[in-house]
């Protein structure tokens, strides 16, 4: 549906997009992820026609962007990381001006604008001013304009950052419904949020594609082996080659910390939890244990060491690849916040909140040439059902 060959842009000396190709098929939901700064909503408005490109070329449909922007841009619905709302309509007011401009028939401009309203959850609000609703019905607003028109794309840029946590969870539950019958991409810069609705994840940092492939797919390149930290009393070379010995462990390194203990760091076979052996070993060592954490690779770590400052090409122009990176620069350094959580993780904590509190979405914000002839004359419905 989406071709990108040799993308670029280039702001002065800047390189904000370097090359990237990749290709978008029919019916799946992508995840586009990078960290803040990455290209990535620099390379969407490529895509959607909203900025130009240095070099490549972006196709959709068959269309080409910039040569047959009006057809390629009738496949495409985008939300952009700012919704483009105005705040003195309502949303069926703003709506109905969206389905106007997009050249929805005459005849179905009120279906349609009820059909979004109603898929958004924005029925209850629809007579309210924009500028009055919630950043949640917001964002949903800006969702409900992408879908008028019913194209096969949906785009969305980082749809939803600044959510509280029941908000995460409803636009999570949208976004899903929409990948039943449309080709969605989603940008975020947070893993957990592209592995809880995407089927396959696009990374991209400074302005590289730096991995394609399937969540499962790159949990698997990371996840061969387990990680665990051991401290202990003792001598540093007889602690690690006792260590090494024993059945499970793969790889063991260590040194000598200024307190005198020895700190090490174990590779073990996957799903097999050997800390029982490691304790009747260093048992028998008399080596006292201080402390012993045992951890998997988690998709943060994967992330974090796709997106790690120094992966950048080499003089050539060649990246390297995805086993090379997660085999050697896996990191642990994370602190979670909303948009990082998983759905079960966010609906436990929806329920914890509105239990002590009551909270709920009202969709109140507490801080205070358009033409009516459709091109083919055929209605056709937001999800790919019949009229």
């Known amino acids: 549906m989406i071709e990108v060959k040799g993308l670029v842009k280039k702001y002065g000396e800047h390189t904000a997009v370097n090359g990237i190709s990749f290709t978008v098929e029919q019916g799946k939901i992508y995840g586009f992820l990078g960290p803040n700064g990455a290209g990535k909503s620099t390379t969407m408005n490529i895509i959607t026609g909203c900025l130009s490109a240095t070099e490549g070329s972006v196709t959709v449909n068959g269309h080409d962007i910039l040569k047959n922007p009006r057809e390629a841009k009738k496949c495409i619905g985008y939300l952009p990381e700012i919704p483009p709302l105005y705040g003195d309509m309502t949303p069926e007011e703003y709506l109905t001006f969206v389905a106007e401009a997009k050249k929805v028939g005459s005849g179905y401009v009120s279906h349609q604008v009820r059909e979004a309203l109603e898929i958004t959850g924005l029925t209850d609000v629809s007579d309210r001013l924009i500028r009055n609703l919630s950043k949640g019905y917001k964002q949903r607003v800006g969702i409900a304009q992408a879908m008028l028109g019913s194209p096969d794309i949906i785009i969305l840029d980082e ?164 086993e090379e990176i997660l085999s050697g620069k896996i990191k642990k350094d994370y602190s979670p916040s909303y948009e990082d959580m998983s759905d079960a993780e966010l609906a436990h904590l929806v329920s914890s909140v509105e239990s002590d509190s009551g909270m709920s979405d009202t969709g109140e914000d507490t801080d205070s040439e358009s033409t009516n002839e459709s091109d083919d004359g055929d209605y056709k419905p937001l999800f790919g059902g019949k009229d």
């Open 159 to 322: 749809p939803t950052v600044g959510l509280d946590p029941k908000q995460i969870l409803e636009i999570r539950e949208l976004i899903r419904r929409l990948g039943e019958s449309k080709t969605v991409i989603l940008s975020s810069h947070i893993l957990a949020e592209i592995s809880a609705v995407c089927e396959r994840v696009m990374v991209i940092s400074h302005g590289n594609l730096i991995a394609n492939d399937t969540i499962e797919h790159l949990e698997e390149l990371a996840g061969r082996s387990d990680k665990l930290h051991i401290e202990v009393r003792g001598e540093s070379s007889a602690v690690i080659e006792r260590l090494l010995s024993i059945d499970g462990v793969i790889d063991a390194s260590g040194y000598v910390t200024e307190s005198g203990t020895v700190s090490a760091e174990l590779e073990l076979e996957k799903d097999k939890d050997i800390r029982d052996d490691i304790f009747f070993a260093m048992s028998d060592m008399k080596c006292p244990i201080i402390s012993m954490n045992y951890y998997q690779t988690s998709l943060e770590d994967i992330f974090l060491a796709l997106t790690d400052d120094d992966i950048r090409p080499d003089e050539n122009g060649d990246l390297p690849t995805v």
